[in-house]
């Protein structure tokens, strides 16, 4: 069992930057993989960003190519979203999500955090 905390998301304005953290439990995070999920108002949740356990693989959706970033500090048991050139589409709530596996993360994946809302002003 993993317990997810995720943290940073606020109201910025277009073309700005934010980063997302999320923070997990437990002391096996370095065989997770982790990755962020966002769902705007009245659309499904959709995969952003992945990465697997040891870093080294990561994937984006097309809409975020580019402008987001993922990584992780297994020491800290912590993944980050750094996020740059937002754009209003990205307004959403953003969830940190992962699954104990050295393979990819999986949708849906294991584990959930509570979210944290991103608004980016036009």
């Known amino acids: 069992q993993v317990q997810l905390v995720e943290s940073g998301g606020e109201l910025v304005q277009a073309g700005g930057s934010l980063r997302l953290a999320c923070a997990a439990s437990g002391r096996t995070f370095g065989l997770y993989a982790m990755g962020w999920f966002r769902q705007a108002p009245g659309k499904e949740r959709e995969s952003v960003a992945s990465i697997n356990w040891s870093g080294r693989i990561t994937n984006y959706a097309d809409s975020v190519k580019g402008r987001f970033t993922i990584s992780r500090d297994n020491a800290k048991n912590t993944v980050f979203l750094q996020m740059n050139s937002l754009k209003p589409d990205d307004t959403a709530v953003y969830y940190c999500?992962?699954?104990?596996?050295?393979?990819?993360?999986?949708?849906?994946?294991?584990?959930w955090g509570q979210g944290t809302q991103v608004t980016v002003s036009a």
């Open positions: 999500a992962a699954s104990q596996t050295i393979g990819a993360l999986g949708n849906p994946p294991q584990y």
